[in-house]
């Protein structure tokens, strides 16, 4: 089910009968037709156990469900949105980055530090993302919240891309992340994260980065 964008900031969703749209409580901004909005107990499409997981890994933003015959309006603190549409691959972000998604999507959450190994780990502790993220996959659309804009950048074989871990939205594709040091450790002594540390993506798929360093 594709989100018609209204504007950077809001978008809309078609509801049918016997399809479902996960969303962020309070996102809905207006709506028209029979649709209702129920609180999501069920962990979204990955179950009980889905939900358990994202509460252990501190992913729980909490969701609503939204069902019948019309159409909805979604926004939340005036963040631009960014639609991605997935085509069968997984989207990896961060769970309070995620505005609504289609129903069909199996929503689930993974340890970072099994994509980047200790490095992994030291992400989560210096940019102040869990050490958990969140994922969605199948066939469907996901809009996502960030400040200031969003740019997809292409990852391809030999071509990785550097991103300030701030300013990082989400990734999709067969990408393995690690982090670096851009000053040795004598020159970060007082300093933020900044740019003293760069989130490297490899492999083949895409990043998502907003034009600003600041958390949602």
């Known amino acids: 089910m594709p989100f018609r964008e209204v504007n950077s900031r809001m978008v809309e969703a078609t509801v049918v009968p016997g399809q479902k749209v996960f969303s962020q409580r309070g996102a809905m901004l207006a709506y028209q037709g029979d649709v209702s909005f129920t609180p999501n107990i069920q962990g979204g499409q990955g179950g009980i156990a889905s939900m358990l997981g994202r509460r252990v890994a501190g992913e729980a933003t909490p969701l609503m469900t939204v069902e019948g015959s019309g159409t909805v309006m979604f926004g939340h603190g005036g963040h631009h949105i960014q639609v991605i549409n997935l085509d069968g691959d997984t989207l990896y972000v961060e769970a309070d980055r995620l505005l609504a998604f289609d129903g069909t999507l199996q929503q689930g959450t993974m340890f970072m530090g099994s994509q980047g190994g200790v490095m992994g780990m030291v992400r989560g502790q210096v940019t ?89």
Do not use: C
């Open 128 to 216: 102040g993302q869990g050490l958990f993220t969140t994922t969605l996959k199948g066939r469907g659309a996901v809009a996502v919240m960030a400040h200031g804009g969003v740019i997809e950048l292409p990852i391809s074989p030999g071509r990785a891309v550097h991103v300030d871990p701030q300013a990082y939205v989400a990734h999709h594709g067969d990408v393995r992340n690690k982090l670096s040091t851009a000053l040795g450790w004598r020159d970060m002594v007082g300093r933020g994260s900044g740019e003293a540390f760069q989130l490297e993506l490899s492999g083949s798929g895409a990043v998502y980065v907003q034009a600003s360093e600041e958390k949602l």
